[in-house]
C-alpha cells in the first residue's frame, strides 16, 4: 500500500469513527453577533422587565428562544425567491407552493396563510363553537389560545409518561387512547369537531408521536366521525423519530413516513418557519372540499387572497424550497443530532433535563433545578432571567406563566412541567456555540443556590402573557 493510499484509508477510518459528523453544509454567508458585557444584561434584563422576550436582540449573544423564523435559508432558497410570482391572484408562485405540499404531505387542498397561527385562526373559526371540546396531546400556547377564544374547551388526552421529565419512553407525545375514548363518552363525539395532535409535542420538549398510536387514534376518531387535525410545524422530525424507534419502519425514508403520517389525519395547521427553513409562511391543509371552501373565504377576509394569503411569491418559493430540503435525510439527522449533543452535554453534567432530548430544542428542568422557588414565583421564568444575566444565552420558559391563567376560575394553571425551552435554529449555530450554551448552563447549575430570589407581575397582559408580560423581582425571604 502506497502512502497516499493509506493516508486516504486513515481519513476514512477516522471519518468512520466519528460520533459527531459535520454539518451537511457550508457557510457562505455570517451575521456578526457581539457578547454584552454583564453590566450591560444586567441593565438589559430590569429594563425588559425580568422577560427575555422583551430583550433586543442585538443584546442576545446566542438567542434560543425560538426555532420559528429563525432558520438560516440555503443557497437554493435564496435563489428560489428571485422567482417569485407577486400577482394578486392565481401567482405561480402559489401553485409551485401547492404542488409541494401535494408531494410531501399528500393533502389536496391548501390554503396559505402567513404563518402557523394564522392557520390556526382560520381552522378554529371554521370548526369551533360555543360549547365544544377538543382533545390534545398536550397544549400549545397559540393553539389553545384560539381554541378558547372560539369557545371551546381544550383537554389534555397525552399519555402520563410526558408529565414525568425523567421518563425515557420513546414515544412520550403519544395519545392516551383510553383517555379519548372517555372523553368521548362524556361529553359526546358531536361536541369534538376535531382531535388536535401535535407530532411531536413542542410543550412536551420536542416529544414524538409513534405511527403505531396515530393509527389507533385515527382509527377511534373515524369511528365516532371525528376530525384528526395534525400540527405539522415539526412533523419531519417526528417523522425521523419514527425511522429511528419504531420497528417496522427503519427500512423507510423520511419522506415516505411523513405522507404515510399525514395520510392518518384530515388536515394539518403548519408553521412553514418550523421544518421548512423559511423566515415567513405557512399553511392550512385539508381534504374535505367544502371546508377548503370556508376557509379559503376566512383567508380572503383575515389574511390576504386565497393564493397567498398573507405571504409573498417570494416566501412561497422559499417555503416551496423548503420542503424538499427538509425530508432530506443528511439534513434532518444533523438538525436533531446537534439538539441531542446539547442535551447529552448537560446530562453527563448531571443537569435535570427533560427526556429523551426531543427534535428542536433541549429543556431545562426548572422545577428540579430550583425547587427553593415556589411555583407561586415562576421557578422556570426565574431561571430564565439569570440564564441571560450569566450567560447571554435566551431561552423561554414553558411553564406557569406560559400556561396563563383559567378562563373560568382566573386562577393560574400550574402545568406539571416547568420548564426553560432552549429550541435550537436550523443551519445557524455551529458546535462550537453549543459548547458555550452548556457551560453556561452547567455553571449556573453549580452555583443555583445563589439565585435566592423569584418573580412576581408587575404587568400581566391578559392573552399569551409570556410574550409582554413585565416581572418585579422577589427576595425569597420575604415571601
Not at 373515524?222 to 425521523?240: S, T, Y
Not at 412541567?417 to 455551529?430: D, G, K, M, N, Q
Not at 453549543?434 to 453556561?440: E, G, I, N, Q, T
Request: charged share 25%.
Amino acid at each position: 500500500m502506497n502512502s497516499v493510499s493509506f493516508l486516504i484509508l486513515s481519513v476514512q477510518e477516522r471519518f468512520v469513527a466519528v460520533t459527531y459528523p459535520a454539518e451537511p453544509w457550508r457557510i457562505k454567508s455570517v451575521e456578526t453577533i457581539r457578547i454584552a458585557t454583564f453590566e450591560e444584561r444586567e441593565l438589559a434584563l430590569r429594563e425588559a422587565g425580568y422577560n427575555p422576550c422583551l430583550l433586543r436582540a442585538s443584546d442576545v449573544y446566542i438567542d434560543l428562544f425560538s426555532d420559528s423564523g429563525t432558520n438560516a435559508m440555503s443557497d437554493r432558497q435564496w435563489g428560489a425567491m428571485m422567482q417569485g410570482d407577486e400577482a394578486y391572484c392565481g401567482a405561480s408562485s402559489f401553485y409551485r407552493l401547492e404542488a409541494a405540499v401535494r408531494s410531501y404531505y399528500g393533502y389536496p387542498h391548501i390554503i396559505p396563510t402567513h404563518q402557523g397561527r394564522a392557520a390556526e385562526n382560520i381552522l378554529s373559526r371554521c370548526l369551533i363553537r360555543p360549547g365544544h371540546h377538543i382533545p390534545g396531546n398536550m397544549y400549545f400556547t397559540t393553539t389553545r389560545a384560539h381554541q378558547e377564544l372560539n369557545g371551546a374547551t381544550f383537554h389534555d388526552v397525552i399519555v402520563d409518561e410526558a408529565h414525568d421529565p425523567a421518563d425515557e419512553s420513546p414515544f412520550k407525545g403519544n395519545i392516551d387512547v383510553g383517555k379519548l375514548e372517555r372523553l368521548i363518552d362524556e361529553v359526546g363525539a358531536e361536541t369534538i369537531p376535531y382531535v388536535c395532535v401535535g407530532a411531536p409535542v413542542n410543550m412536551a420538549g420536542g416529544q414524538p408521536i409513534s405511527m403505531a398510536n396515530l393509527e389507533d387514534v385515527s382509527e377511534l376518531a373515524r369511528r365516532h366521525d371525528i376530525r384528526v387535525i395534525l400540527d405539522a410545524a415539526r412533523a419531519v422530525e417526528n417523522a425521523w423519530f419514527v425511522k429511528q424507534r419504531e420497528k417496522g419502519w427503519e427500512d423507510h425514508s423520511v419522506a415516505e413516513i411523513l405522507l404515510a403520517m399525514c395520510a392518518l389525519t384530515d388536515g394539518a395547521t403548519m408553521s412553514a418557519k418550523k421544518d421548512s427553513f423559511a423566515n415567513m409562511g405557512g399553511w392550512l391543509a385539508v381534504r374535505d372540499e367544502e371546508l377548503a371552501e370556508e376557509a379559503r373565504g376566512l383567508v380572503v377576509l383575515y389574511e390576504g387572497m386565497h393564493t397567498y394569503g398573507g405571504m409573498s411569491g417570494r416566501d412561497m418559493e422559499a417555503v416551496a424550497r423548503g420542503i424538499e430540503e427538509s425530508v432530506q435525510e443528511d439534513s434532518i439527522r444533523a438538525r436533531v443530532e446537534q439538539v441531542a449533543y446539547l442535551g447529552q452535554r448537560l446530562i453527563d453534567a448531571g443537569v435535570p433535563v427533560v427526556r429523551p432530548i426531543g427534535g428542536h430544542a433541549v429543556c431545562l428542568d426548572a422545577a428540579a433545578i430550583l425547587p427553593h422557588i415556589p411555583r407561586e414565583l415562576f421557578p422556570a421564568q426565574t431561571l430564565t432571567a439569570a440564564l441571560y444575566a450569566a450567560s447571554g444565552v435566551r431561552g423561554v420558559e414553558r411553564g406557569a406563566v406560559s400556561a396563563g391563567r383559567d378562563p373560568v376560575t382566573s386562577e393560574n394553571r400550574y402545568p406539571s412541567l416547568e420548564t426553560i425551552r432552549l429550541a435550537i435554529p436550523r443551519r445557524v449555530y455551529t458546535r462550537s456555540h453549543m459548547d458555550v450554551v452548556a457551560d453556561s448552563i452547567v455553571q449556573l447549575y453549580e452555583n443555583r443556590h445563589e439565585i435566592t430570589y423569584g418573580l412576581r407581575f408587575s404587568f400581566e397582559p391578559r392573552h399569551l402573557r409570556f410574550f409582554q408580560a413585565r416581572f418585579d423581582k422577589v427576595p425569597l425571604e420575604a415571601f
